[in-house]
């Protein structure tokens, strides 16, 4: 054989090869990283509502009134951003709550510290139903009662019409999380921010870092997941930010536009 159809195939075995040597990976640490996560390669949205005193919550409650009717739809729902893709024999999951409801940010001096404190006041009086309510925004107040849960389509009523939920799996951070679909690795974005010393158990101020959660599962159950997020997802936020007026308006026009399309 020629060297020069030698040269040929080493080059074209190289640039098939290429991307398998280089493969693709993913850090759980709670933190989503486009240049190092490279084996995210889906993206998309599931419906969410803020399960700590939901029906006060400033984006909706997953429609908790439902009287006799125990269906709902979760693309109705305020959506979130979650990513996932595939690396050996894992499956990896990423779910962000916006930014628009839950920084990176506390501060025992959070009135002073925090540019958008007033959302974080606002937010609290509404869930609290207290208009004299305040957030400290200490390291405890601000992170004590982030929770993720992912619904399992199920719910039921009681005599005095209150509706549950059923949940499928729950993650509460730290070492809270479900040993399921067989769990391997997990962690919240909070973790992240004092892991890479952007902050610490006294004080953050990363108002664009979101409140998020990341976890590897075993990659057999990775259907399974998919089908049970299609339910709806409820992040355990308090306290909450309330929206930008704005926002609020793109969230209520969006929830509109879906209960439209669904309504054809």
Known sequence: MKLRTLFWLSVITGCL????????SVNVNGHYDPTTDT????????????GHRGHNS???????????????????????????????DSFFLYIEAPLAAKGMEWSADAENNIADYWKYVLGGQLLHDDEGKTNSL?????TGSEKLEFLDGTASIDGKGK?????????????????????????DSIAYIIAAGLGTDKESNNPNVA?????????????EILETLQNGVVFHLSPEKVPEPSSALLLSVASIGMLLRRKR
């Open 211 to 223: 409140m998020a959660f990341e976890f590897e599962f075993a990659l057999v159950y990775k259907d």
């Open 138 to 142: 200490d390291f405890a107040n601000a």
């Open 39 to 50: 084996g995210y390669t889906v993206t998309e949205t599931v419906g969410w509502y803020n």
């Open 58 to 88: 400033a984006y909706g409650d997953g429609q908790l009134d439902l009287g006799d009717d125990t269906n709902w739809a979760s693309s109705t729902w305020n959506q979130t951003t979650i990513r996932h893709g595939v690396v050996d």
């Open 17 to 24: 090869l290429g991307p398998i040597v280089q493969g693709q």
């Open 163 to 187: 509706v549950t939920r059923g949940i499928a799996f729950t993650a509460d951070f730290p070492g809270g999380v479900d040993t399921k679909w067989g769990l391997k690795d997990s962690a």
